[in-house]
Nanobody, 125 residues
Framework: EMQVVESGGGLVQAGGSLRLSCAAS????????IGWFRQAPGKEHEAVSC????????YYAGPAEGRFTFSRDNAGNTVYLHIDSLKSEDTAVYYC??????????????????WGKGTLVTVSS
């Protein structure tokens, strides 16, 4: 059974950095669109960063620009989200997802089929 598993969350002080990891169990992340999303307490689910499987276009959602970096290992089986200069508003559950062709609209990023259960990032001020 294909599963997506995130790790690397935790309690971090504001201004610090964190790297989240995402790996697949029972399948692969290679050759698929991958997305990082988050949901903060009391807020809607939102995209953070996505990469399209076909043209490898990399997108960063507005709040993520400048402080978030999407990367992957050479084999393509593990992806990462590095977050710098953490702010209290970055506190959220971060999800990784795998999918087919990425659909990018003004409303968000779509096309994900498999979602992880999330990893909690808590930023203390």
């Amino acid at each position: 059974e294909m599963q997506v598993v995130e790790s690397g969350g935790g309690l971090v002080q504001a201004g610090g950095s964190l790297r989240l990891s995402c790996a697949a169990s029972g399948g692969s992340l290679r050759d698929y669109s991958i997305g990082w999303f988050r949901q903060a307490p009391g807020k809607e689910h939102e995209a953070v960063s996505c990469v399209d499987r076909q043209d490898l276009s990399l997108y960063y959602a507005g709040p993520a620009e400048g402080r978030f970096t999407f990367s992957r290992d050479n084999a393509g089986n593990t992806v990462y989200l590095h977050i710098d200069s953490l702010k209290s508003e970055d506190t959220a559950v971060y999800y990784c997802a795998r999918g087919g062709p990425l659909v990018v609209t003004v409303r968000g990023y779509y096309g994900m089929d498999y979602w992880g259960k999330g990893t909690l990032v808590t930023v203390s001020s």
